[in-house]
């Protein structure tokens, strides 16, 4: 059974730490997506790759966040410094796009707590 | 720009209930919906998807829910539900034929009381 993992599960560190989050898309797949999820914001796209190229980035603070795919197993995502707004589950989610219709799996979540 | 739209925040129903949970997405062109399931503490799950085709979905768990272009609506729909059923729903689109990046509607808790 085919799964995106992620680690950590659960982090918490102090403001102007760095954080860096780690995503195993399921293997063939070659779109990977980062969301944020908040009480208040909900389900945030923060970022996409497809065949590990970054397609859409808007939806991340560009000064302390970047993500990146060293290689098609691994999709990392870092905050740098980080702050308490950044508090939140952080999901990584992957698919195969064709023809835009593309279905996205996604993994267990880092719960982030930034003190 | 898309939007999707989830009205019903939280949903009470006493088990064997039927439930239908509301989504209405605004965009002007085609479009692909989904609806997700999160239990307490777990990841996004996939319970139905409408890419094209018959608008009545059948998804996992005894889920359905149907496209209305006309009303721009996918609801979510099932006859008799269960305690395990509790958790919180996302309605999502993405645009047909163009990137694949999903938006997500705000969610609706749904609490089956035993």
């Known amino acids: 059974d085919a799964r995106v993992t992620q680690t950590p599960r659960h982090k918490v560190t102090e403001m102007g730490q760095e954080v860096t989050m780690r995503c195993q898309p399921i293997?063939?797949?070659?779109?990977v997506f980062w969301y944020r999820q908040t009480m208040m914001q909900g389900l945030e796209l923060l970022a996409y790759?497809?065949?590990?190229?970054?397609?859409?980035d808007s939806g991340m603070p560009k000064d302390r966040f970047s993500a990146e795919m060293p290689d098609a197993t691994l999709a990392t995502l870092k905050i740098q410094p980080s702050e308490p707004r950044d508090s939140a589950v952080y999901f990584c989610?992957?698919?195969?796009?064709?023809?835009?219709?593309?279905?996205?799996?996604f993994g267990p979540g880092t719960r982030l707590t930034v003190l | 720009a898309q939007s999707v739209s989830q009205h019903n925040h939280h949903v009470i129903l006493s088990e064997a209930a039927s439930l239908e949970l509301g989504c209405n997405y605004s965009?002007?062109?085609?479009?692909?919906l989904f609806w997700y399931v999160q239990y307490p503490g777990q990841h996004l799950q996939l319970l139905l998807k409408?890419?094209?085709?018959?608008?009545l979905v059948k998804g996992i768990k005894g889920f359905e829910a149907e496209f209305i272009k006309s009303k721009f609506s996918f609801n979510l729909r099932k006859p008799s539900v269960q305690w395990s059923d509790t958790a919180e729903y996302f309605c999502a689109s993405s645009i047909t034929g163009g990137n694949e990046k999903l938006t997500f509607g705000t969610g609706t808790r749904l609490t089956i009381i035993p």
């Open positions: 989610a992957s698919g195969t796009a064709f023809a835009g219709t593309d279905t996205q799996y």
């Open positions: 790759f497809r065949n590990r190229a970054p397609l859409d």
């Open positions: 409408y890419f094209s085709g018959d608008p």
């Open positions: 965009y002007g062109g085609t479009v692909n």
């Open positions: 293997l063939g797949h070659n779109t």
